[in-house]
Nanobody, 115 residues
């Protein structure tokens, strides 16, 4: 398994922005898919966005136009750029990787949106 370590979470007011980072112990370019998931209190974990090895991306409808996923193949990092945050975005955000069916998860980083 790949070790994934998220950072960048915190508290932000509605309308604000945050950038999450995920440092991988292996080559992110070698991953078939890397993704961000989130889990809000009392809710199931849901896919936020993913990016394939060739760079195709997919977003949850609730974040389209506000969030942007990217990766840095030299630094072996995955990012989630978040803007226009609202209270519904409050959750623990998890980094995820899929390498030939081997799934790895990070420990999560808390994002809290409140006034």
């Amino acid at each position: 398994h790949v070790q994934l370590v998220e950072s960048g979470g915190g508290w932000v007011q509605p309308g604000g922005s945050l950038k999450l980072s995920c440092a991988a112990s292996g080559s992110v370019f070698s991953m078939d898919v890397m993704a961000w998931y989130r889990q809000a209190p009392g809710k199931q974990r849901e896919l936020v966005a993913n990016i394939t090895r060739v760079g195709w991306t997919k977003y949850a409808d609730s974040v389209k136009g506000r969030f942007f996923i990217s990766r840095h193949d030299i630094k072996n990092e995955l990012y989630l750029h978040m803007r226009s945050l609202n209270t519904e975005d409050t959750a623990i955000y998890y980094c995820n990787s899929d390498q030939q069916g081997v799934i790895s998860w990070g420990q999560g980083t808390q994002v809290t949106v409140s006034s």
